[in-house]
């Protein structure tokens, strides 16, 4: 599948893991751009990082002064087959720095 590795040029991962996230979790999305979160889970404000199929680390960084109760992990592989973990803040590392570290596994 080739074809799915000129996405990267476009920047779509991304969008394609809050489509899934909005699918599956029922995420409503904010305002495009919104500074803080993506938008809400079930009442609470979650932030959306995907995993694009070239990469092969599990681990996410999210910006620690962000606004997000919980942080939705999409992973996306080389089969177009997609997967998701949902964490909540409090189980994110690193947390005196500028960045969390949540991961996927």
């Not at 803080?36 to 620690?64: F, W």
Request: charged content about 30%; hydrophobic content about 35%; glycine content about 12%.
């Amino acid at each position: 599948m080739d074809y799915l590795y000129g996405l990267t040029y476009l920047q779509v991962w991304g969008e394609l893991g809050e489509i899934y996230a909005e699918i599956k979790f029922g995420l409503r999305r904010h305002v495009t751009h919104a500074p803080g979160s993506d938008g809400t889970i079930d009442g609470k404000l979650g932030e959306v990082k995907t995993i694009s199929p070239e990469k092969a680390s599990d681990i996410v960084l999210v910006k620690s002064q962000d606004n997000f109760e919980q942080l939705l992990i999409v992973r996306i592989d080389r089969d177009f087959q997609f997967r998701s973990k949902l964490i909540d803040r409090s189980e994110l590392k690193g947390g005196t720095g500028k960045h969390l570290r949540g991961r996927f596994a």
